[in-house]
T-cell receptor, first 116, second 111 residues
Framework: GAVVSQHPSRVICKSGTSVKIECRSLDFQATTMFWYRQFPKQSLMLMATSNEGSKATYEQGVEKDKFLINHASLTLSTLTVTSAHPEDSSFYIC????????????FGAGSRLTVL | DAKTTQPTSMDCAEGRAANLPCNHSTISGNEYVYWYRQIHSQGPQYIIHGLKNNETNEMASLIITEDRKSSTLILPHATLRDTAVYYCIVSPGLNGNQFYFGTGTSLTVIP
């Protein structure tokens, strides 16, 4: 079945630094990928929709200059948290939908970011 | 925004059927009903989806009412490993269409 891989699974960084999270579709091409954020004991919140070869579409309230998304190929999307602060500490999850006709989103295992 | 409402939590005895309801009264004609579950600190796992007809796979059954305003996910023989948060999502499911998660139902399977 479809597999989405995220890396790193855990990352700890200092306040003010930038962190990049990778999301890869391992056995299928993903024209669209989605990035979510999840705080403890809360549901997943959609941050942005990433389309291969074009700019990401951000949900209302999500700062596009802080959360940089790049989807340069059909198998890779990256999320960069720039100038991270402790309040950015969260569980970041990506998901991907395959090429034409695929109805199901496949999710990665998530990346836990802790900003000190 | 999420277009579904689910009970916050449910318990189920191990080996019994777990029936998880979901209301989606504003569902559009082109929207599917999807069910995912999330085990603690992992990414959501796909369970099943349907449009109008009832669906069954190796994990679960999905019963959708005739007016499509509600559905029920059935885990026929719940095990301890089924303890998770279960999310019901409605979406057109086509490329580019987002999945918005509601609060989900926290299912606890009790030995």
């Amino acid at each position: 079945g479809a597999v989405v891989s995220q890396h790193p699974s855990r990352v700890i960084c200092k306040s003010g630094t930038s962190v990049k999270i990778e999301c890869r579709s391992l056995d299928f091409q993903a024209t669209t990928m989605f990035w979510y954020r999840q705080f403890p004991k809360q549901s997943l919140m959609l941050m942005a929709t990433s389309n291969e070869g074009s700019k990401a579409t951000y949900e209302q309230g999500v700062e596009k200059d802080k959360f940089l998304i790049n989807h340069a190929s059909l198998t890779l999307s990256t999320l960069t948290v720039t100038s991270a602060h402790p309040e950015d500490s969260s569980f970041y999850i990506c998901s991907a939908r395959g090429t034409a006709g695929a109805n199901v989103l496949t999710f990665g295992a998530g990346s836990r970011l802790t900003v000190l | 925004d999420a277009k579904t409402t689910q009970p916050t939590s449910m318990d189920c005895a191990e080996g019994r059927a777990a029936n998880l309801p979901c209301n989606h009264s504003t569902i559009s004609g082109n929207e599917y009903v999807y069910w995912y579950r999330q085990i603690h600190s992992q990414g959501p796992q796909y369970i099943i989806h349907g449009l109008k007809n009832n669906e069954t796979n190796e994990m679960a059954s999905l019963i959708i009412t005739e007016d499509r305003k509600s559905s029920t996910l059935i885990l026929p023989h719940a095990t301890l490993r089924d303890t998770a948060v279960y999310y019901c999502i409605v979406s057109p499911g086509l490329n580019g269409n987002q999945f918005y998660f509601g609060t989900g139902t926290s299912l606890t399977v009790i030995p």
